[in-house]
């Protein structure tokens, strides 16, 4: 797993510090987990996955993609709207879990919630003609 470890941090492009960081460890703690000096924990696995939008079956097994589809990743989308630079935005956590919720919707509800947000679009544009 070591190397798969360092195999996302790669991929991503993070140093051992800025991979770290992410996940409120330090560098050391990455380079020991990566060289295979320290064993990896599930909340460490669990949160690789979350931060770094991870498939977690390839982190554990090397099944499938190392990254979870697209439509995952509108997290890392809205962050960088929201110019995110650490903690206390209010805004981007509101949105991270709007988000994280809503893919853990089935297909139905998420179809309800796309044409209520539809009909909410479809009023701003309404408000915006008006003015």
């Known amino acids: ?26 560098r050391a703690a990455i380079s020991n987990i990566e060289n295979g000096n320290r064993n990896v924990t599930d909340q460490m696995i669990i949160s690789i996955c979350r931060e770094f939008n991870v498939n977690e079956e390839w ?16 997290g890392y989308y809205v962050a960088d709207l929201l110019d995110y630079e650490g903690e206390g935005n209010p ?10 919720n809503y893919q853990e919707l089935d297909e139905k509800s998420q179809i309800v919630i796309r044409e209520y947000m539809g009909k909410v679009m479809e009023s701003i544009g309404n408000k915006k003609k008006e003015d």
């Open 1 to 26: 797993m070591n190397t798969r470890i360092r195999e996302v941090r790669k991929q991503l492009g993070l140093t051992l510090e800025e991979f770290g960081k992410k996940l409120g460890v330090t």
């Open 59 to 74: 982190l554990r097994n090397e099944h499938g993609s190392i990254f979870k589809k697209p439509s995952d990743e509108v």
């Open 91 to 100: 805004l981007y956590d509101l949105i991270i879990e709007m988000m994280k």
